[in-house]
């Protein structure tokens, strides 16, 4: 539990009304009560404000005026500030430092590290440490795994590939499997082409349940510092990503692909291969990228939903819109 002042002097802000008012979670407006602190980060939810029974608020300079003697904390950014709040109150758990007996290593790891039950790590691995290495993991021969870096159950690294620091990976994900790679004979059968290169994550980035990262045809898959990756997202072989770009669940990125450094990728988003997006590119939900991105900003390129008997309307004047264009062109020489 934490007083108002005692969470400025740690996160800076400024209190508003009695400082000495306690906390001990955060919770949204409408579901806050005695204890709580909620945060107002969007201004379409003034009236949760005015009903909300949590004890303190976090909101923003414009909104001091609308407390009414309320106990707040202000801060330019609420939402920001509720995120480390929320990260005071619930840090991760402790590392328990271990091999279970069910556990089967090639390769030493470091006294501070937690090796959970049924993990499997080959030769050759380097494990940093203060590493938790969840139960049912497999890490392959010739790995890193970087200080503080934690993976959850069932989690599997394979041969060659780079963890940093303080990444988070989920359950599910799999780093380093084969890019999806052929050649084809004239008779139509397939050729398979070994995938040699290996995956490389930086620090500080998490990576969310059941995603998949292809390991380097030639040259490496490269994910940046800094970078968050939602669940079931696929990352191709020769994908580099810079540094604190975050992706949205159910995104697939084809191969030798790069995107730069600060972009949002929408969920469902779907980006083709051999493409360059450029730094601080938002590409909306649902949006099929298939050309190059070379100016930031926000692109979108999907249909908003609507009635099925409309949109059969709608395309069927689609369909002709190349001639349409045609005899515009035609009346405009005329």
């Not at 059969?312 to 020489?333: K, P, Y």
Request: hydrophobic share 45%; charged share 20%.
């Amino acid at each position: 539990m934490f007083r108002l002042d005692e969470l400025v002097a740690r996160l800076g802000g400024e209190v508003s009304g009695d400082a000495g008012v306690a906390v001990r979670r955060v919770a949204t407006l409408d579901q806050a009560g005695e204890g709580d602190l909620a945060f107002l980060a969007n201004r379409k939810y003034l009236p949760k404000l005015r009903e909300s029974a949590a004890s303190a608020l976090i909101v923003a300079p414009d909104a001091k005026a609308l407390l009414n003697g309320r106990s707040a904390i202000v801060t330019a950014d609420p939402y920001l500030y509720f995120a480390r709040v929320a990260q005071l109150f619930n840090p991760l758990p402790s590392v328990r430092p271990g091999v279970h007996a069910l556990a089967a290593l090639a390769s030493s790891v470091p006294l501070s590290a937690e090796i959970g039950p049924g993990a499997s790590i080959e030769e050759d691995v380097e494990i940093g440490e203060d590493v938790v290495v969840g139960a049912g993991c497999h890490i392959g021969r010739g790995a890193r795994i970087g200080r503080g870096s934690r993976l959850a159950a069932r989690v599997t690294i394979q041969h060659g590939c780079v963890v940093g620091e303080n990444c988070i990976l989920h359950s599910g994900v799999v780093v380093g499997s084969d890019g999806f790679g052929f050649a084809r004979e004239k008779d139509g059968r397939w050729v398979k082409i070994p995938q040699v290169g290996r995956v490389v994550i930086g620090n500080d980035v998490e990576i969310g349940a059941n995603t998949t990262i292809d390991r380097g045809a030639l040259d490496d898959t490269v994910i940046g510092d800094g970078c968050k990756l939602d669940n079931q997202i696929q990352i191709a072989h020769n994908v580099r990503i810079g540094e604190n770009t975050a992706i949205a669940g159910c995104v697939g990125i084809a191969g030798s692909t790069s995107i730069g450094a600060r972009c949002m990728i929408g969920g469902q988003a779907g980006i083709i291969g051999h493409l360059t997006i450029c730094d601080d590119v938002v590409v909306s939900a649902g949006t099929l990228v298939s050309k190059s991105i070379t100016r930031p900003g926000v692109h979108t390129a999907s249909l908003p939903v609507q009635p099925h008997a409309d949109w059969v309307r709608n395309f069927s004047h689609l369909r002709h819109l190349d001639a349409l264009a045609g005899r515009v062109r035609s009346l405009e020489n005329q």
